[in-house]
């Protein structure tokens, strides 16, 4: 069996602390774990599937283009290399001289975080952290759009959700953005490099990994 490393998209899966004083990783950090023993057990690999995930794919590019006309990239490029060191790996979207960007794109305008402060996710905290550790970078741009949703999705939802009573029309601009201010299609959360949580991110891996060879005997 190869050694764990962690995904940097799945980091937040291992760093939820334990309720229990009596086991160092806690439930959710378990069951991840389990099932990452399977993957290499049955060599499978667990799929994961659902309408986000199905627009974030197909608007990756639209929503790169868009982020680059938006805040003056010019041209940005998507990443296609894969990084890896002795506790993560991962293919961070957009890499920059001088940092990392990763682009999120909402279902629609009621899950984009138009108001919010913070990262409103802390799995994409971890996970920036664990790209500016894989690239060597110390600055880092999570950045959220709001793209139209695809028409096949729209049509999806209309129907799963036995709309029939509404207007399609109208429900289909529900999910459609072309007609907001780009001023409210944007949102940019700006992360620094925190040395001390790239390192609990490495000693959680080991605790990790000595689960997993406790595990398997």
């Known amino acids: 069996m190869k050694e764990f490393k962690i995904r940097c998209s799945a980091i937040g899966q291992i760093m939820t602390n334990s309720r229990s004083k009596k086991e160092t990783l806690s439930k959710t950090t378990q069951t991840f774990l389990d099932g990452w023993i399977k993957e ?11 309408k986000y995930l199905q627009k ?3 608007v990756e590019d639209d929503s790169i283009d868009f982020v680059a006309e ?5 041209l940005l490029m998507k990443n296609e290399e894969y990084f890896e060191n002795d506790f993560l790996t991962g293919t961070p979207d957009v890499i ?20 919010e402060t913070e990262v409103p ?9 664990g ?30 959700n036995n709309f029939y009573d509404l207007d399609y029309d109208v429900f289909e601009k529900d999910y459609k953005y072309n007609d907001v201010d780009v001023k409210n299609r944007i949102k940019v ?19 990790c990994r000595e689960y997993i060879a406790n595990r398997i005997k």
């Not at 290499?40 to 659902?50: C, F, G």
Request: hydrophobic share 35%.
């Open 189 to 207: 959360f700006d992360i620094e490099k925190d040395e001390e949580v790239v390192d609990a991110i490495k000693v959680r891996v080991a605790e």
């Open 70 to 74: 938006q805040l003056d990239y010019g």
């Open 40 to 50: 290499q057990i049955y060599s499978r690999r667990k799929k994961i599937d659902n």
């Open 56 to 58: 974030g794919l197909v």
């Open 96 to 115: 920059l001289k001088t940092h990392v960007i990763d682009v999120k794109n909402s279902w629609d305008c009621f899950t984009f975080p138009l108001f």
């Open 131 to 160: 790209y500016m550790a894989l690239t060597g970078l110390d600055s880092y741009k999570l950045i959220y759009t709001l793209m139209d949703t695809p028409q096949y999705l729209i049509d999806k939802e209309f129907k799963y």
């Open 121 to 129: 996710n802390k799995d994409y905290f971890y996970q920036a952290q």
